[in-house]
Structure formats: C-alpha cells, structure tokens
C-alpha cells in the first residue's frame, strides 16, 4: 500500500513529467524523443526538460524509498530496530553536519558557474549527497527515544552505501583540487607542496591513532580544515590556470623555466655576432689590400 507521504512523491514527479513533456513539445521537440528522453528524436529547450524530469526522477526515488519505509510507522520501524516495541520518541537535539555541507555545495556551484563547469558539477552532488544524508538523518533521530536504537537504524539502512560512495567521492574530490592546484604551481612548488601534504596527513593520522580516546568533535574539525584547504587550493590553482609546460628535444621533457631556451637564443645570436664580425674584419683587410694595390699601382 502506497504511503500518504509517497503519494506526494509520486504526484509530483508525475507533474514534472507532464510539464517536461509539454516544455518539449512547445519549444520545438518531437514527440518520439520526448517520450523516449532525447533517446530517439529532440526535446526542445534541453535545460528546462533535463530539470524537470531530474525533479521527476528524484521525486520517484524519494517515493519509493518513503514506500519501503513505511514512513517511520511504528510496526516497520521495531522490525527494522530488532525490538517488540519502541521507545517514545524524543526531540532531535543533536548537532548535524549536513548543513554545512550544503553550503560547501552552494558556494561550490556559484564558484563553478563563474570560473570551471566541473566545480559546478562538484556542488550539486554535493547537494544531492547532503539532502539524502540529511533526510535520513533527521528522520533516524526521530525514529525512537533511544539515541543507539536511531544510530542503529540510520546506520543499517545508509552504512551500506555510505561507505563505498565516501570511499569514492573523497578519492575523486582530492585528486581533482590536488591537481589544479598542483598544475598550477611550478615544478619545485608543486613537489614541495605535495610534499608537505603527505608528511601531515601521515602525521595527523598517526597521532589520531596512538589516541583512542580523541574526541569525535576533534577529528571532524581537523577533516573540515584539511578539506576546506583542499578546496580553496583548488579554487585558486584553477582561477589562475596551469602553468605552461615546453617541449624542447623531441622528447617530451618539460621545461618550465624559459631561461635555458633564452641562453640558447643568446649563444646563438652571440655566434652570429661573431661570424658578422670576422666577415666584416675580413672585408676591411680586403679594402686595405686593395688600396694598396692601388698605391703601388700609381707609383
């Protein structure tokens, strides 16, 4: 039986497909690819279509996922918590990071739309990441009125996916702001920094771990300073673009100080220099010789 929450869910995803596909049928699309997604055939006006039928396609999830959960009814909630009955629940009075999160997404798309599309991609996953995480969260702190028996049920439900797409995310998040920020420096700077970047997070993490009892409060402060420094690194090496890199040999090597082609120049134009003077030395001592001639000539 279809929930009264999802019923929600799925009107609106149906009004979103309604409005998708009338937008594409006004806007100049086919009929065939409206209704097959731009597969076979065009939809219009691309953006207002991709929108509303991402709205329907989230819509539809979030329904079937309020489904499945029963929305928070006591009888699935008891048998998702493993116990005959459930505590009375309990106000939510615990802090969350997810808020913080979804603005690290807002600023990350407003950067994106102004300086590279991929930032932009970045801050809506970001988005999406956080209203997921947070949903679930606020609807586990209220499951129950008993903090382990939420944590129990937010974790068996979520841990499953958490685990592998933080794994995921973090790896791809690093390695794209590491490297613009990287590519940005020069060569000694880039070595450098990444240098230093290794010895600290080896070091913060030996420390964590030769400190059981570090607070949780501790460890997520050290990660968001560590990720907030990842980010604005990145932000900078790419507003100032990549540094330019040169071939010289046929080989590849990277030459980023142009001080060694410059010298090369230099000898050359030296050796030029050279050989105009010798010429020119050399037709002097021509003239000379000539004029000489001459002189004995007229004698």
């Known amino acids: 039986m279809i929930t009264v929450g999802a019923k929600v869910y799925f009107g609106l995803a149906a ?22 997604f731009g597969w076979s055939g065009a939809v219009g006006d691309q953006l207002g279509y991709v929108v509303l039928v ?15 959960f029963r929305d928070a009814e006591a009888e699935a909630v008891a048998q998702v918590a493993g116990t005959e009955a459930l505590p009375a ?48 969260t606020a609807w586990a702190d209220r499951a129950t009125g008993d903090p382990a028996a939420n944590r129990a049920i937010r974790n068996r439900v979520m841990q499953p996916v958490e685990i592998p797409a933080v794994a995921i995310i973090g790896i791809a998040t690093f390695v794209f702001f590491a490297s613009r920020m990287l590519l940005a420096l020069s060569k000694w700077g880039s070595i450098a920094v990444f240098s230093v970047t290794a010895i600290l997070i080896m070091g913060v993490a030996a420390l964590i771990a030769s400190r059981p009892a570090v607070s949780r409060g501790v460890i997520t402060a050290v990660l968001l300073l560590g990720g907030v420094s990842l980010v604005v690194g990145g932000i900078v090496g790419i507003g100032a673009g990549e540094r330019d890199f040169h071939y010289v040999g046929g080989h590849g090597e990277d030459v980023e100080d142009h001080g060694g082609a410059d010298d090369a120049l230099d000898e050359d134009d030296a050796q030029d220099e050279g050989e105009s003077s010798v010429d020119t030395d050399e037709d002097q001592s021509d003239d000379s010789d000539a004029d000489t001639d001459a002189g004995d000539t007229e004698e």
Do not use: K, M, N
């Not at 009004?15 to 097959?36: E, Q």
């Not at 802090?95 to 970045?122: C, D, M, N, R, Y």
């Open 54 to 68: 991402s709205t329907a396609a989230t819509s539809i999830t979030y329904g079937v996922v309020t489904t499945a």
């Open 89 to 136: 629940a309990r106000p939510h009075t615990d802090l969350s990071l997810w808020p913080v999160v979804t603005a690290f997404g807002v600023v990350a798309v407003v950067i994106g739309l102004v300086v590279e599309p991929l930032l932009t991609g970045v801050g809506i996953a970001l988005l999406v990441i956080a209203a997921v995480e947070w949903t679930a």
């Open 15 to 36: 009004f979103a497909l309604v409005a998708a596909a009338v937008l594409g049928l006004a806007s100049g699309g086919s009929p065939v690819g409206v209704l097959s």
